[in-house]
């Protein structure tokens, strides 16, 4: 994912400069430019004032801002085939085991119909969750294998959600091309030993869009865990993805229909950083904008960068581009 240039090359042009220049650079407060460039993905999904997907826009219809600073789109690709790396996760907690039957049903049309068509490198991993976090099935094409492992898993006890979201993040950052999270739950979170912001973190570090689907085991607010409802729409939110409330069989079918769609129907962006200004946050805030008001763009909000270092001068604020990525 990242495009590193020559650091022999980079110390012979700083070389250069610093003999060309001399004394007069000397005399000048330092000023922070980084030349190992970094090139930043994003994914986006773009809706009509009706909720229809939107898939024939142009590079031109699209602007970046990082920080606030426009960027130059270098990369563009519509409805983009490169690979696709999901991480399903079923919660298997004792408040879904009725409906964990049909919730493996839906899971295997969707990773049927998933897998049949588009990029054969496309993969999926295979996650469950109670009071722990299972790898039932490390990433795979293999329909037959994916299909055996939801047949198998069944739990009970708490429910470790942000954990688990946290563990699927770990196993798709290292992945290439597209990554997306689906987790099937009630929203309740009882056991995790981890809160929200690591959870969201590792999956803004993965580049992962998050698809939440609530399955509802009471409709009634006061008789239901609505915080952690709350939290899987910020997530979703926050990495580009949605929430989805299917209600019944037919309508988690639907759910993973439409997500089907989106996720083929996807724009892929990705542009070198340029005169970023820092701050002493790391998370560099994404806005991804398109240039007809009556159309809506889902795209991630922000990634993890280089943030302001020890000399906090005005001219050391400024940065080509953020740091690579590092695992926490």
């Given at each position: 994912m990242f495009h590193w240039l020559d650091?022999?090359?980079?110390?012979?042009?700083?070389?250069?400069?610093?003999a060309v220049c001399g004394g007069a650079l000397l005399a000048q407060p330092p000023t922070v430019f980084r030349a190992d460039v970094n090139m930043v993905h994003v994914i986006a999904s773009v809706k009509d004032s009706h909720g229809a997907l939107v898939?024939?826009?142009?590079?031109?219809?699209?602007?970046?801002l990082d920080n606030g600073v426009p960027q130059e789109i270098r990369v563009f690709e519509r409805q983009t085939l490169q690979p696709l790396s999901i991480a399903l996760s079923i919660d298997v907690s004792g408040s879904t085991a009725k409906d964990l039957k049909y919730e493996t049903d839906s899971a295997t049309k969707f990773l049927?119909?998933?897998?049949?068509?588009?990029?054969?490198?496309?993969?999926?991993?295979?996650?469950?969750?109670?009071s722990d976090v299972r790898e039932v099935r490390s990433f795979t094409h293999n329909y037959p294998s994916l299909d055996n492992a939801l047949k198998s898993i069944h739990g009970s006890g708490g429910t470790s959600l942000y954990d688990a979201i946290y563990?699927?993040?770990?196993?798709?950052?290292?992945?290439?091309?597209?990554?997306?999270?689906?987790?099937?739950?009630?929203?309740?979170e009882t056991t995790s030993t981890l809160k929200i912001e690591p959870a969201l973190k590792a999956a803004q570090l993965a580049d992962a869009v998050m698809y939440p689907v609530v399955v509802l085991p009471i409709t009634n607010d006061a008789g239901r865990n609505t915080g952690g409802e709350h939290a899987l729409i910020f997530m979703a939110e926050g990495t580009g993805g949605r929430t989805f409330y299917p209600g019944d069989a037919g309508g988690l079918d639907k759910a993973f229909s439409?997500?089907?769609s989106e996720l083929r129907t996807q724009y892929f962006l990705a542009y070198y950083p340029k005169d970023v200004p820092l701050t002493k946050n790391p998370?560099?805030?994404?806005?991804?904008?398109?240039?007809?008001?009556?159309?809506?763009?889902?795209?991630?909000n922000g990634y993890y960068g280089e943030a302001e270092g020890a000399d906090r001068s005005p001219d050391a604020q400024i940065a080509v581009t953020p740091a690579g990525r590092k695992k926490n």
């Open positions: 650091k022999r090359a980079t110390a012979a042009i700083a070389a250069a400069l610093a898939g024939v826009l142009q590079k031109s219809d699209f602007k970046i049927h119909a998933l897998l049949s068509e588009g990029n054969p490198q496309d993969a999926a991993a295979l996650f469950s969750f109670d563990e699927a993040s770990q196993e798709l950052e290292n992945r290439a091309g597209r990554k997306a999270m689906i987790v099937i739950t009630d929203g309740g439409d997500i089907i998370f560099h805030k994404l806005e991804v904008q398109v240039d007809r008001p009556d159309l809506r763009v889902s795209a991630r």
